[in-house]
Each structure stands twice: as structure tokens, then as C-alpha cells.
């Protein structure tokens, strides 16, 4: 009997995951945090230019990105895989874990480039595609926007792509599972920071001082009214509070008092509304308070929403690959992500791949002892292999 083509696709991907596997966890040995991903951003370009990629080095700082054509075709295709580690001490036990105090690979990313990493090779040395593929290594996803630092150092008017995609591991979906949903995918991210100005005063006698304090606690208890009361209950968004500074000893009331609140939405309308109540709302508390107050609000991430046509075109392929039971319609998370400012400028689709159950895999991101699952990687570069083949055709 004759195999599928996709069977044998997964089967050549598979011999040679193993030395990806070992890539992989020279990467997570040696974590490195937002723009500083130079040991792996190195290791990234000499793999690809010993398979015939054209490297572009120093995109958003420490970007990398591999370029291959082949044939004449002008269809372009992006596909990014994010480097950065995390500020996490790891608590693994694994042989291959850090060796940098305060930093680990906890969310997975020496997983996702090491997968594109395989995908890159199988596709150098056994796919006869048509048109040009770019590889985007990017750097600073974790809260620093690497993405926006690529595009800004012209990432699509160097690299132009037709369209873009990635893919992030995902706990608590088996192996071998492919999540994928139309639409709005993450949450936007916002940082707002509160500064309470009062009068410092002896703690016996407050009266002569005022007190930030009793505000600051009025405000943390009050947001959640924003979401729970102003905003449909259809619509999603969290309000939360991940920093109260103030004073530093028993009995002195502080002069001021600083409030950090993270926000995220998955609707932009939601996402303004939020916004202007919280700069209403704190400017209320605070006179009600005779105090003076700053809100200062930084719009991060936007919502990460994936376009239609391309959710289908990789839903298929999904379907193609792994078969039909396991291509699954993965909900919204309020996580948020960089690529979201590359889906702004580029349609496309972000894509969650099943990184195990239980022990197998299946601690969360952003703890510890998390690691990303070896047994996921050759799924994740078969399913980049086949998206790649069938699109630059």
C-alpha cells in the first residue's frame, strides 16, 4: 500500500527530530531574556545558512530571519517562531535545565524554534516548493514587543510575506492535537499605572497627614466593579491589580501610594471602554479622598485575531496531517501576544499545538516547572513542513 503523502511527511520529519530535540535543549540550557537572545539568535543563523538560507541578522535587535526561494512562483510565506526565555528560576531537576540563575525557557519558546528550525531543514533538503519562504526568529516576545521592533526595522517591506503564521504550545492538549479558532484568539494587553499623592503624618495622629492608603484599598476593591457591572456579560475582560507600593514601616501614613494594573480584553470597543474607566474612576476615588492622582495607561498588545481564510486554509492542512479528530476548535485565552501586531499588517493565523496531559506535558506555562514537550516537536514542524509545501505550490 501506498503511503500519504503527509504520512511520509511526518515520518521523514520524524528521523530527524532527534537532533532537533538535542537543539532544543541546548537552548533551554542556555535561556536568554527579551533582546538578549544573542548565544540563540546565533545558533538560529548558522543552522539555517548551512541549509542554503539566506540570513538576515539584527531585526528588532536580535531577530533573525532565513529566506529560501525556489522556483519562480511569487507567492511569499511568513512563519515566525519566538526565542526569549523568561526572569523564572527553574525548578525542573532536568539535566539539560538552565545554567543561568533567574532565567528559564518556561513558556516553550525553545520549542517553537526549534520546530521551525526542523521545518526549515526538511524544507531546504526535500521539498521543491515554488515561491519564497521567510523564516522569522523573533526575539522579546514576553512583554517587550519584539514583534512591533521587527516591523518597525521594516520586517514586511524587506521580507514582503502574503501571508504570516505561528504557533504556541499549549498544556493540557494531548500530543498530536491541533487547536485553531477564527477571530478574536487573545487578549489585548494594558499597563496602567496609578501614582496617589497625599500628606505623610506620624501614624498616631493621621489626621494631620492624608492617606493614600484607604484610597489605594477603595480602588483595588472598586475596579472589579468596571468589568463586573459596565461591561457585557457576553464580552470578556480582566482587570487585574499586580502591584501596591507604599510606605515602609508601621506607623507613618506614606505620602504616596503606586497601583500597577494589568488589562485585557478580546474587543477593541471593550478595550477603550475599559481604558476611559479607569482613568474616570481613580480621578473620582482620589478627590473623594483629597488627594492628587496620575494615571499613567501604556497600550501594549493589541487583540490577536486571526483572519478567517487563513484559519481554514490551516485548519485543513491540520486536518490533513493529524486527521480530523484531532484538529480541535480551541477557545479564546486571555493571554496575550506579539504576533498580534503582525496579523495587523498581515493576514494569517496563530495556532495552538497540544503540548500533553498531566505529567506528559501538561504543567502550565510561567511555572517553574514547566518544559516544553519533546514528543510535540516533530507534530509542530510536520504541520509548518505541509503548511509551507501546500502553500507555495
Known amino acids: ?17 532527534p537532533e532537533f530535540v538535542r537543539i532544543r535543549h541546548q537552548i533551554h540550557a542556555h535561556p536568554e531574556l527579551a533582546f538578549e537572545e544573542r548565544r540563540t539568535s546565533d545558533l538560529v543563523a548558522e543552522q539555517l545558512a548551512a541549509w542554503g538560507y539566506a540570513v538576515h541578522r539584527g531585526l528588532g535587535t536580535t531577530g533573525v530571519v532565513g529566506t529560501l526561494r525556489k522556483g519562480d512562483g511569487g507567492k511569499a510565506l511568513g512563519i515566525r517562531a519566538d526565542m526569549d526565555a523568561l526572569p523564572i528560576q527553574e525548578q525542573t531537576g532536568l539535566d539539560y535545565a538552565s545554567t543561568i540563575a533567574g532565567k528559564m525557557h518556561a513558556c516553550g519558546h525553545d520549542g517553537h524554534t526549534a520546530i521551525l528550525l526542523c521545518a526549515a531543514k526538511y524544507l531546504a533538503e526535500s521539498v ?48 498530536g492535537q491541533i487547536g485553531v479558532i477564527a477571530g478574536p484568539a487573545m487578549a489585548s494587553f494594558d499597563r496602567a499605572t496609578v501614582t496617589l499623592h497625599g500628606r505623610g503624618a506620624h501614624g498616631a495622629m493621621p489626621h494631620h497627614g492624608i492617606d493614600p492608603m484607604q484610597c489605594a484599598a477603595s480602588i483595588v476593591l472598586g475596579l472589579q466593579s468596571i468589568v463586573s457591572r459596565e461591561i457585557d456579560a457576553l464580552k470578556s475582560a480582566v482587570i487585574t ?24 480584553t478580546l474587543d477593541p470597543r471593550v478595550r477603550t471602554l475599559v481604558e476611559t474607566r479607569i482613568r474616570e474612576f481613580v480621578t473620582a ?4 479622598y483629597q ?29 490533513r496531517l493529524v486527521g480530523t479528530d484531532n484538529v480541535v476548535e480551541r477557545p479564546p485565552v486571555m493571554g496575550s501576544e506579539d504576533f498580534a501586531y503582525m496579523l495587523e499588517q498581515r493576514p494569517g493565523a496563530y495556532i495552538r499545538l497540544g503540548n500533553g496531559l498531566g505529567e506528559d506535558g501538561g504543567c502550565m506555562v510561567h511555572n517553574p516547572q514547566y518544559d516544553f514537550n519533546d ?6 514542524a510536520a504541520f509548518w513542513a505541509h503548511l509551507a509545501q501546500s502553500y507555495l505550490v
Open 1 to 17: 500500500m501506498t503511503q500519504s503523502p503527509t504520512a511520509s511527511l511526518r515520518q521523514a520529519v520524524q528521523a530527524i527530530a
Open 128 to 175: 521543491d516548493f515554488n515561491g519564497t519562504l521567510n523564516l522569522i526568529f523573533q526575539p522579546a516576545e514576553e512583554n517587550e514587543g519584539g514583534a512591533l521592533h521587527m516591523l518597525e526595522d521594516g520586517l514586511f517591506e524587506r521580507f514582503p510575506c502574503d501571508e504570516v503564521y505561528a504557533l504556541h504550545n499549549s498544556p493540557g492538549m494531548p500530543v
Open 241 to 264: 491589580v499586580g502591584s501596591i507600593q507604599a510606605g515602609s514601616t508601621y506607623n507613618v501614613v506614606p505620602e504616596s501610594a503606586t497601583i500597577k494594573i494589568g488589562v485585557r
Open 285 to 288: 476615588q482620589a478627590q473623594s
Open 291 to 319: 488627594l492628587q492622582s496620575e494615571v499613567v495607561y501604556e497600550r501594549k498588545y493589541p487583540v490577536l485575531v486571526n483572519h478567517a481564510v487563513q484559519t481554514e486554509y490551516a485548519r485543513q492542512a491540520a486536518i
Open 375 to 380: 514528543k510535540a516537536l516533530p507534530v509542530g
